[in-house]
């Protein structure tokens, strides 16, 4: 089955890695491959041809961090600081969660995600076989883990969750490579170190990705040096052998110039999540100096209790302010580098050198965003529009590996009456 | 004629001030007035009756600051910090404009207000007339100015200018109460002394409202110290007279301590601009500091060309975001409180006291916002979800003075196929 995209702004990859705006060019899609990006008259023919006029052609959105079911949690606890909001209000509802629960809301957060131009997202939360199950029948393109927690004050290892880790991984394998499953340690403060270092091990077998949640506030930075010797989380996890070019580590609002050159040195990736730190006042990550020092950095919403939504348009346009004025410099974190944040460094972040971009023999994950409303014209210079003006309801067409999955309004492989339907009996059960 | 909004969640004002949210209430308007909010049981009848099953009705955002036809500049220099965002990509271009090109672009503008939600914008720009014609035949309301600007460097007030911004509040005025046109000081940077004690002193007997920039720069402001024995840009416009309660103030990023006493005493409002002062890097506002000093904060979006849109949910959000984070705090200028600035706090700003509040006896300014999509359910906190969840797309009927101006994507009072083609026709004779 092969697909032409004909008349739609492209926001191609050139050979040097920047974007370049094509107008007059198509696409064609074969299978779940981008055959072609070029002139209109030299395109070969397709079994299908969908008109973009007045639409821009993108790379899909990459959410490197998010805990997709948190749908059910959604504004749960808003307008309290971290500690204070997992404890008192995210716990006790996360406690009654069932598997079934965790399909529903991931379903949901599809739904959400589809809608604003996500095509691949990250995803650790509690019974990730299910969100794996409902990633592979919606079309998404994921990554999923068990979350590795050890909270007893020894070093013992809890087998059970141990071993549910590893299977996961061993054993959830995507013959469509779309849907990876991986490792997670939760975070320094709540993985002890003998967990660590078995992770570790295990995967030098495996090479598995690997997601953990590091520095996101002070107090979990400066505990963690003080619990070890003055090791911030970064030099902690590289201790522990942990850290290479399969690990991302959301936040790193707290790094410090010695841990981004670990980073660097090790490739590990961060990810910026910008409404989750600021709703939480977590404090603002320099992301300037990290992209200075070499260092990927992908772009997250994190769940969307703390957000309160997955929109990562929302993400693009936070982000971007907040960095500029931060560091009291207009130029900073333009809209060309936002936009590779939330695509190809992303892609890079979650392992997938396939995707992210739009070139030919990469994957064909792309979306369309209409220039239809009064805020999208005039268009005079497509990233900032993108970045600055667009919403996420501006996208009408989200294709994950050539399939086409939500399209004005309309979602191809889900059934969104019955997911709200759905929604609604797991809303009033858990709350009622 | 009368309408009745049935089945809605109403975000209604308290006795008190505070948000009250009504279920199984409806809002009934009698001409431009809300005549009853109540259990549907005791309603008055209606001519009309609508259905607002699953929608959030609340008090329609007031704008209180920008530069609505620079949508005909939209992302034009874009990345450039202010003073040469001005003098190189926006004064050449702005140069050009025509006053046809003004009410295109004005009318433009309103378009994406309606559908975002604002029913009542503050308007400082060039041609201001075209603009009170061009709000007059859309049904918005708004408070427009000609600009109040002396260029020269001697204190010579500029006649013709003068004369047509007295002319402006003179004799433009509209019978509805829905146009204001008001005075207008461009900033100290602009002004000369001479000039703000005239308009001072002719505003003494017509009392209309007075516009203008302060502190936006700490250049700006700086220089104005210098300029001025160290008088602050408030202590300026204080010294010259022009400080009362009709007076709002936009931007007031660089303000001190004395400045917000000033403020306080005269009740001067301030204008909070968060993508504007982000985008150019202007620094973040003291929103918190004003609001526990008691000066009346209001939000605005500032001209789309710094901004780039006109979204008055992507500023609530921004704008909530950035003082938690700035402030360490999670609770710091939370969801209620920010509705207030979008709301009521902008009417008071406008001089408006009849509106931005769902209250028996206030004008009829109601916005419909969907909870259909999946990024609005569950819907716990209604003040959070506006705030934190929605976008300026889940607007799906806004109403001023009783009058539905936009519903579901269509224009009631703007042919928007008429509206885009000259909206064309501009850019293409501008840029070409």
């Known amino acids: 089955m092969s697909i032409k ?8 990859t050139g050979e040097n890695g920047d974007f370049r705006v094509l107008e007059g060019s198509c696409i064609v899609i074969n299978g779940k ?21 007045n639409r821009i052609l993108m790379p899909g959105l990459v959410n490197a961090h998010g805990h997709g079911p948190m749908t059910l949690l959604r504004g749960v606890g808003g307008g309290l600081a971290l500690q204070e909001w997992l404890e008192t209000a995210i716990f006790p509802i996360e406690d009654k969660l069932t598997p079934e629960d965790i ?12 809608a604003s131009g ?48 590893v299977s996961l991984v061993r054993d959830y394998k995507d013959e469509d490579d779309r849907v990876f499953s991986e490792f997670c340690l939760h975070s320094e403060y709540l993985t002890k170190e003998a967990f660590v270092r078995k992770i570790a091990e295990i995967n030098s077998e495996l ?9 996101e506030t002070r107090r979990e930075h400066e505990e963690c040096k003080a619990r070890h010797n003055g090791l911030t989380p970064i030099q902690y996890l590289e201790k522990c052998g942990i850290l290479d070019e ?10 410090e110039d010695g841990d981004l050159e670990i980073m660097k040195e090790k490739k590990v990736s961060a990810v910026f999540n910008p409404s989750s730190n600021c709703k939480l006042a977590s404090g603002f990550a320099s992301i300037d100096k990290m992209l200075t020092k070499g260092v990927n950095v992908a772009l997250g919403t994190d769940g969307c209790a703390s957000n309160d939504n997955l929109n990562m348009f929302e993400e693009m346009h936070l982000g971007s302010m907040i960095i500029k004025n931060i560091k009291s410099d207009a130029t900073k974190l333009n809209s060309e580098q936002m936009l590779k944040l939330a695509t190809v460094n992303g892609a890079r972040a979650m392992g997938r050198t396939d995707t992210g971009e739009l070139k030919v023999g ?5 979306i369309a965003v209409s220039l239809d409303k009064p805020h999208m014209y005039p268009a005079f210079n497509i990233p900032n529009l993108l970045v600055y003006s667009a ?14 999955l939500y399209e004005n309004g309309e979602y191809k492989t889900i059934d969104a009456e019955k997911a709200r339907f759905e929604m609604k009996k797991c809303i009033d059960r858990i709350y009622g």
Request: charged letters at 25%; hydrophobic letters at 40%.
């Open 5 to 12: 995209l004909k008349n739609g702004i492209i926001l191609a």
């Open 33 to 53: 491959i981008i055959e072609y990006i070029g002139p209109e008259e030299d395109a070969p023919c397709a079994d299908e041809v969908k008109d973009m006029r």
């Open 103 to 114: 399909a529903v809301g991931e379903r949901w957060a599809i739904m959400e995600m589809l």
């Open 118 to 165: 996500t095509t691949c997202v990250s995803d650790m939360y509690d019974f990730p076989w299910k969100t794996w199950e409902v990633m592979k029948e919606s079309g998404i393109k994921g990554n999923v883990c068990r979350v590795g927690l050890s909270f007893s004050d020894t070093e013992e290892i809890p087998t059970n969750r141990f071993n549910e880790c």
């Open 207 to 215: 090479h598995a990705n690997v997601n953990v949640h590091v520095s």
């Open 246 to 255: 399969n690990t991302y580590a959301a936040h790193c609002v707290w790094v």
């Open 362 to 366: 990469k994957r064909a994950d792309i």
């Open 391 to 404: 919403q996420g309801s501006d996208v009408v067409m989200t294709m994950v590996d050539g399939n086409i």
